[in-house]
């Protein structure tokens, strides 16, 4: 029988889970601080852990102001990607922002993530504009997407 995965809300007690999926995901990785300060200060933080036999496989933050979601990272561990398991983590996303009466979620992906894009056009997101030199670690520009919730 294959093990379910399951979701919830991020504690600060898998703050080190969190962080060793972003260190292994992202060439400009946050700081373990950082993922300690969305959990301890940030009001406007709301993250959804993913996990399989009681193990941190995946998250995705996001903050919440008013009525819009912004999608600061999302990421599922290197062993477990190719499983639809993002897909999983987005769809959850999309519904719990629908619960939060959210109206409009948004993110930035690398232009070069056609992957990510494809993945997120399939939720609905659309094109809104680039942010030119975003990353700075290569420079490369953010595509910003977007998703009217409503509009599904």
């Known amino acids: 029988?294959?093990?379910?995965?399951?979701?919830?809300?991020?504690?600060?007690?898998?703050?080190?889970q969190v962080y060793n999926i972003e260190i292994s995901s992202f060439t400009l990785p946050w700081s373990k601080e950082?993922?300690?300060?969305?959990?301890?200060t940030n009001q406007y933080a709301k993250y959804i852990v993913m996990e399989l036999d009681n193990?941190?496989?995946?998250?995705?933050?996001?903050?919440?102001?008013?009525?819009?979601g912004h999608i600061t990272n999302i990421a599922v561990l290197p062993e477990y990607r190719g499983r639809k398991l993002g897909d999983a983590l987005l769809k959850q996303v999309i519904e719990f922002s629908r619960a939060l009466g959210l109206r409009v979620v948004t993110l930035e992906v690398r232009v070069s993530n056609i992957v990510a894009q494809k993945l997120y056009k399939k939720y609905?997101?659309?094109?809104?504009?680039?942010r030119k030199n975003y990353?700075?670690?290569?420079?490369?520009?953010?595509?910003?997407?977007?998703?009217n919730l409503y509009e599904r």
């Open 1 to 16: 029988m294959e093990d379910i995965v399951q979701f919830r809300l991020m504690t600060v007690e898998d703050v080190e």
């Open 34 to 40: 950082a993922f300690y300060n969305e959990m301890a």
């Open 55 to 68: 193990r941190v496989i995946g998250y995705c933050g996001m903050w919440v102001i008013i009525d819009e």
């Open 124 to 130: 609905g997101f659309q094109a809104g504009g680039i």
């Open 135 to 147: 990353y700075t670690d290569n420079y490369e520009d953010a595509l910003v997407m977007w998703v």
